[in-house]
T-cell receptor
Framework: AQKVTQAQTEISVVEKEDVTLDCVYE???????LFWYKQPPSGELVFLIR??????QNEISGRYSWNFQKSTSSFNFTITASQVVDSAVYFC???????????FGKGTRLHILP | GAVVSQHPSRVICKSGTSVKIECRSL??????MFWYRQFPKQSLMLMAT?????????EQGVEKDKFLINHASLTLSTLTVTSAHPEDSSFYIC?????????????FGPGTRLLVL
């Protein structure tokens, strides 16, 4: 069975600090997809990234970066120079095979303090 | 990117009534759509997979007679909460799967907040 664990329930950092959100996943499939979504207070999910299991390259997009390590089954997300607008709930998620059901972690609520 | 809409965005109803939520893919066809439920400060939980032209597949613990799903066309899936009760109050989110060549991507709708009084 697939499973996603986000051990950090809530994190608070001061603006401009870097912050890393952890994600550990479990799956028996060799082909799977990992996702990160942002959910601001409005509730609408904002897609951040999708990574397939065969691509272990780390990714950087502006202030966002992702570290995918199959050896530790982790897909961590780092925000550098955090801003107040980054405050939201962040979900890590997993789907197996051909992008079927997406299973979400419990989310990490991130507070960026001015 | 592709757009998925939901209607209504917010609904308040009395206990015992039925509520229908629509999920539409606006610029692509979706043979498969998914329905999620999110209680306050909790994660999204998959309720069911909606397949165009066939019966929905429900996740364990989800009552199919209470949450009726109809995927009547390639761009529309509806979720009807029958005989709603206050414990059904939640945020309902749909997603639609687009297949483009070898790539499959899911796009999420903006969600529907249901409050049952």
């Amino acid at each position: 069975a697939q499973k996603v664990t986000q051990a950090q329930t809530e994190i608070s950092v001061v603006e401009k600090e870097d912050v890393t959100l952890d994600c550990v996943y479990e799956t028996r499939d060799t082909t799977y997809y990992l996702f990160w979504y942002k959910q601001p207070p409005s509730g609408e999910l904002v897609f951040l990234i999708r990574r397939n299991s065969f691509d272990e390259q780390n990714e950087i997009s502006g202030r966002y970066s992702w570290n995918f390590q199959k050896s530790t089954s982790s897909f961590n997300f780092t925000i550098t120079a955090s801003q107040v607008v980054d405050s939201a709930v962040y979900f890590c998620a997993l789907s197996e095979g051909r992008d079927d059901k997406i299973i979400f972690g419990k989310g990490t609520r991130l507070h960026i303090l001015p | 990117g592709a757009v998925v809409s939901q209607h209504p965005s917010r609904v308040i109803c009395k206990s015992g009534t039925s509520v229908k939520i629509e999920c539409r893919s606006l610029d692509f066809q979706a043979t498969t759509m998914f329905w999620y439920r999110q209680f306050p400060k909790q994660s999204l939980m998959l309720m069911a997979t909606s397949n165009e032209g066939s019966k929905a597949t429900y996740e364990q613990g989800v009552e199919k007679d209470k949450f009726l799903i109809n995927h009547a066309s390639l761009t529309l899936s509806t979720l009807t909460v029958t005989s709603a009760h206050p414990e059904d109050s939640s945020f309902y989110i749909c997603s639609a799967r687009e297949t483009s060549g070898y790539q499959e991507t899911q796009y999420f709708g903006p969600g529907t907040r249901l409050l049952v009084l």
